[in-house]
């Protein structure tokens, strides 16, 4: 890497003296600019590409088998409240909600008042509005944890993480290590 950096300032220096002439900047200067520059950029690249961030897979692989639970669930025992399916599927809330969105946006669960079951979604409207106001927090902020989330969409916890599951089942997010939401 020194070596390859070594070259690099060197390229830059001998084809920057034209610019060297119009800016009036000494050489040492351009070293010192282009070193600054490179650190950075060498800085930058590993924390995007090196960071071992939960992976938009990892995701998937979490929520799609909450849903997976939930799914056979409710097929095999039919419309059940929220809690009996927490206490059937053995899911904490969270994964449940994240498990539900999942199933809402494969059109797959409906909820009556407060009993959920397996038919063509009647979700779609709540969580995928939920959804594409949470993407667009993401794309304005660029990453945010659950409680930013919370505050910027003036949703509660589970209505976020349901939207939360259906950004992750059409494959549009992804987690960092410090349980961040970033876009794909």
């Known amino acids: 890497m020194i070596i390859q950096k070594h070259y690099f300032f060197q390229f830059c220096i001998k084809k920057s003296k034209i610019l060297l002439q119009i800016l009036q900047i000494d050489i040492i200067s351009l070293q010192i600019l282009l070193a600054l520059f490179l650190d950075r950029l ?4 590993y924390i995007h590409f090196n960071s071992g961030g939960t992976s938009v897979r990892d995701i998937k692989s979490k929520f799609g088998n909450s849903a997976g639970k939930i799914w056979q669930v409710l097929n095999e025992k039919g419309c059940l409240k929220k809690d009996d399916l927490i206490q059937t599927t053995s899911l904490n809330e969270t994964d449940l909600h994240t498990g539900i969105g999942w199933l809402a946006r494969e059109n797959k669960i409906s909820r009556l008042q407060d009993c959920y079951q397996l038919e063509n979604t009647n979700l779609e ?60």
């Not at 060498?42 to 690249?45: D, G, K, P, T």
């Not at 993407?135 to 945010?144: S, V, Y």
């Open 42 to 45: 060498i800085l930058y690249y």
């Open 125 to 184: 409207s709540e969580i995928g509005t939920h959804a594409g106001r949470i993407w667009k927090i993401l794309d304005i902020w660029g990453e945010a944890d659950i409680e930013t989330i919370k505050r910027l969409s003036d949703l509660d916890k589970n209505q976020v993480h349901s939207a939360i599951g259906w950004l992750a089942k059409e494959d549009k997010i992804k987690l960092d290590k410090k349980n961040r939401f970033n876009l794909k």
